[in-house]
């Protein structure tokens, strides 16, 4: 192509079948120079270019980082770092040329690519979907995956869906799915796998057809998941799942749970190409030397690890150490059996004017992997206030029979007719009886998670848009971007701070 440089204009396109007078006509007009592609195959016989393989230590992506918590940092990707990985990602996840995957995820991000390259490594089939996040179930069925590489996000939002539909329904149906994903509970727990020969073909192969009735495994990566959701997954779909731990400095995934593992809580062994150590962070008190079990910071090294930030080396220099090791941000603790659990994030730690430190993203997890009627939940705090707050947006399927139900349990219901898009609704989710039903709720689902109580929200605002890619609040991975939210939503959370104060006020 560099003989071709010093001969054609650069404001070309290509097409893939011979183009017509019209549209050749039309590019030009446009300033656009037009080829088909036997023009170009036969310009690239004119010109012929000795091909030129990349070397190991050339970029093959400059992949940037998520965001949230500030701008996204340009990570520098080798071509060695994505060999390494690949190669690791083979070795404990086993995928054929049968295999047919589904690419939804954002190709700017690493997990998303990385899964792609290893589905084509395997020779396997990549089929795209329409774009439309809440159409990906529809175009899941269409394309029937073997392999689905996913988010929690979404997996919370399948378990929610499809528990209201077996063990949470009501009468008879409600009844044998409970019986059924008991048996196959206990199965999962004793060793004794995740299929059953009666209830699966009484019940649980009609749920696979949620999926598309093909898919044997899914990967989840991005962020934590909880053990309760992975379970059901793995029962109700009769699948694989591995948990994937990692970052875009790592190229993807420092460890994860291996081909034919059946226990949640854990995100596996390191990768075969991955070192791994865990450093001590006394201002959160964890120390390598806790019993049972050593706890700190996740520390990384291998050949996995990025080159450092485009134009950053200040950036660069604050993650990866004078020994080579890529600091997380994570705290985790390892097992007798090797394995890695993930427990704290070191990121988004602040101390409350009380003097207790808190880490919200740990809070936010926690509390909305117990609280189905949730779609996004998030939770503010800083060093200036005593208590957190938090914004609730509510899931448009789960919450509107609990919305129903705390309305209508009074004469006056605001004319709240149950359907989420109505102006009604909107009206109802700032009426002060269903915020405190929301607060009771998640006040419940922190304390069944064992959060402390200055952990515990103290006032909740529902808002019914839910935070999107489009309005600068989510990152393309589905992740909330906490300035973002924190400027957006100014006014309103500092009258939650407000109503804390009043609150406070009226027990003295």
């Known amino acids: 192509m560099d003989s071709l440089k010093e001969s054609t204009d650069f404001k070309t396109a290509t097409v893939s079948s011979l183009a017509g007078p019209v549209l050749r006509t039309f590019a030009a007009d446009k300033g656009v120079q037009l080829y088909d592609w036997e023009e170009v195959e036969a310009l690239g016989r004119l010109f012929p270019c000795a091909h030129r393989p990349p070397r190991p230590e050339d970029p093959i992506t400059i992949c940037y980082t998520s965001g949230t918590t500030g701008m996204p940092k340009g990570a520098i990707l080798t071509h060695a770092n994505f060999v390494a990985a690949m190669a690791a990602s083979e070795i404990g996840h086993t995928l054929t040329p049968s295999d047919t995957g589904i690419s939804y995820l954002p190709l700017a991000h690493v997990f998303g690519r990385a899964m792609e390259i290893f589905i084509y490594s395997t020779g396997g089939r990549v089929g795209y979907s329409t774009g439309d996040p809440l159409r990906i179930l529809e175009d899941v069925q269409a394309l029937q995956p073997t392999f689905f590489p996913t988010v929690p996000r979404l997996l919370n939002r399948i ?168 600091h997380s941000g994570d705290i985790g603790f390892i097992k007798e059996n090797g394995t890695l659990t993930i427990i704290d994030r070191m990121k988004n730690v602040f101390k409350l004017s009380i003097g207790e430190y808190v880490a919200v993203e740990k809070i936010e997890y926690q509390i909305a992997s117990r609280l189905p009627i949730a779609l996004q939940f998030f939770v503010h705090g800083n060093s200036h206030q005593s208590c957190l707050v938090a914004i609730f947006v509510p899931d448009p399927e789960s919450f509107l029979d609990f919305a129903n139900k705390v309305m209508s349990s009074s004469s006056s219901s605001n004319g709240f007719t149950g359907k989420v898009d109505d102006d009604a609704f909107r009206a109802a989710c700032r009426d002060s009886r269903l915020r405190r039903a929301v607060l009771n709720e998640v006040t419940i689902a922190a304390q069944s998670a064992g959060l402390k109580k200055f952990e515990i929200p103290k006032a909740v605002l529902i808002d019914p848009n839910p935070f999107t890619i489009e309005g600068d609040l989510l990152t393309p991975t589905f992740k909330i971007k906490r300035h973002p939210v924190v400027q957006a939503y100014r006014k309103q959370l500092d009258e939650l701070y407000r109503e804390t104060y009043s609150a406070a006020d009226s027990k003295l």
């Open 159 to 326: 378990y929610s869906r499809v528990y209201a539909l077996t063990a949470g329904a009501p009468g008879l149906a409600g009844t044998l799915a409970r019986r059924g994903l008991a048996v196959k509970m206990a199965n999962l727990k004793a060793g004794l796998g995740n299929k059953h020969a009666f209830w699966d073909r009484v019940l649980f192969n009609k749920v696979r057809m949620v999926l598309g009735g093909k898919v044997e495994r899914i990967m989840t990566a991005s962020a934590p998941i909880s053990a309760e959701v992975l379970s059901f997954i793995r029962v109700a779909f009769c699948v694989e799942i591995s948990e994937a731990y990692g970052q875009t400095e790592g190229s993807g995934g420092a460890a994860s749970t291996q081909q034919g593992e059946m226990e949640a809580g854990h995100v596996g062994p390191p990768s075969p190409i991955t070192e791994l150590k865990l450093v001590d962070v006394p201002e959160l008190n964890y120390f390598a030397t806790d019993k049972p079990y050593p706890r700190g910071e996740v520390c990384v090294r291998g050949p996995n690890v990025f080159l450092g930030y485009w134009k950053d080396e200040k950036k660069t220099r604050e993650m990866i150490d004078e020994e080579g090791w890529l």
